[in-house]
């Protein structure tokens, strides 16, 4: 047990709860415990398909989850028939006593990728009274990219009556110096490491290591308030006093965070006050990472838009901008037109080309795409987009009958933080952390009622 002080320092202080995390006992097969995130392989069906026959009847995390695959193709009585049986799974792991629980600790994780490169990560409960997605938010936690409100119902259905959180979220920290997460990885070798295995799917590798030292945490603890401190902030930002500080921001799974958030709305409503402190769905499970770990790659967000004419869709984007005061025009090729401002490549079953704006109303080419995307589909109900990871992915489908896909840039993670906390949340899927594969894998799991 760790000494109060430091506790109630974590709780009031940082937004921070580290008194439970689950995981799975040891005779369970973690390979085919740990599924990718649930928004991966969306347009790719044949992958979960793949996933559920390699589960078979084992326990898995995938038994927990709603893939998002199936969001599209499955009636409303099939997903709730699907979200039915997920809960009755979370009672049945929980009844056959299939999770170990640790408390007050957190868990180091490192993850392998198949190039060999590694990222590390901090398990924790983030408070869900200091985060806020809304635009112009100034707290603690904030989203870095645009909440879709309408996006919610479907995952809020899934959490509402859950008795457990399998998170995939990933929240970054801007520690350039390195004095959160790093030191406790040059530890390794005296920490009580919980798990390693290899992933499925030819996905890489992870471990995880135990961090329940008062000594260790307090560490953590006090790092975290440096950068958390407002002079500190104001000072590394360059900022004044109107601007709120910001320590974590939702680098992945932002929806998830906000049904999260949703939830507990609703229970506040109900609960008793004295339950609403230490309640456990006040908090959200997620693994902190360091924006500077140099295994953490930002990759654009590809679109691909089906059930097009891609013609008329080029055709609406030149006259979308021009009616907003841009020259905007389409090339056709491979050749990448000079322009002073944004071109964005694009596929379709005809071939490549580019459109391009001069002088654009937004700071990032996926601004100047996705305002056009939100406006085209609203006129066009028969049309629908998804985002997807990878090149290879958006031209084998950009490239079928009736469909566009379009190849994005990348943007400096570096610049991330001083962005979200000027300009606010970015546009809706501006960048991913690693391709699909390098999701985050669900595999902690953490009591919310």
Known sequence: MLKTSLIEKMKNNLGIDICSILLPVKEIDMQRWSVVACDQYTSEPEYWRDVEDFVGESPSTLKLIFPEAYLEIETEEEKAARINRINENMTTYLNNNLLCEYKYSMILVERTFRSGAKRHGLMM?????RYDYNKGSQSLIRATEGTIVDRLPPRIRIRENAQLEVPHIMVLIDDAER????????????LNQLYSFDLMKQSGSIKGWQI????LIENVVNALLKLADKENFKSRYNVNDDYGVLLFAVGDGNHSLATAKACWEKIKKSAKEAELKDHPARYALVEIVNVHDSGLVFEPIQ??????????????????????????????????????????????????GYITVECP???LDVGTLQSFLDDYIKENKQVSIDYVHGEEITERLGK??????????NMDKNELFKTVILDGALPRKTFS????????FYLEVRRIK
């Not at 004095?179 to 005296?190: A, M, S």
């Not at 079928?400 to 840039?409: A, H, V």
């Not at 952390?433 to 985050?440: F, I, L, N, T, V």
Request: hydrophobic fraction near 30%.
């Open 125 to 129: 409960a983030l408070d869900l009274e």
């Open 303 to 352: 679109r691909v838009v089906f059930n097009s004419n891609p013609r008329h869709l080029l055709d609406s984007f030149v006259a979308y901008y021009r009616s907003k005061g841009c020259y905007a025009r389409v090339t056709y090729g491979t050749e990448k037109p000079d322009v002073s401002g944004h071109a964005i490549k694009f596929v379709t079953e005809e071939g490549y």
């Open 212 to 215: 329940n030292q008062e000594d």
């Open 179 to 190: 004095t959160v997460i790093e030191p406790l990885v040059e530890k390794t070798g005296t």
């Open 433 to 440: 952390m690693g391709e699909a594969s390098e999701k985050r």
């Open 361 to 363: 109303l937004y700071n």
């Open 400 to 409: 079928q009958p009736g469909n566009i896909g379009f190849f994005l840039s």
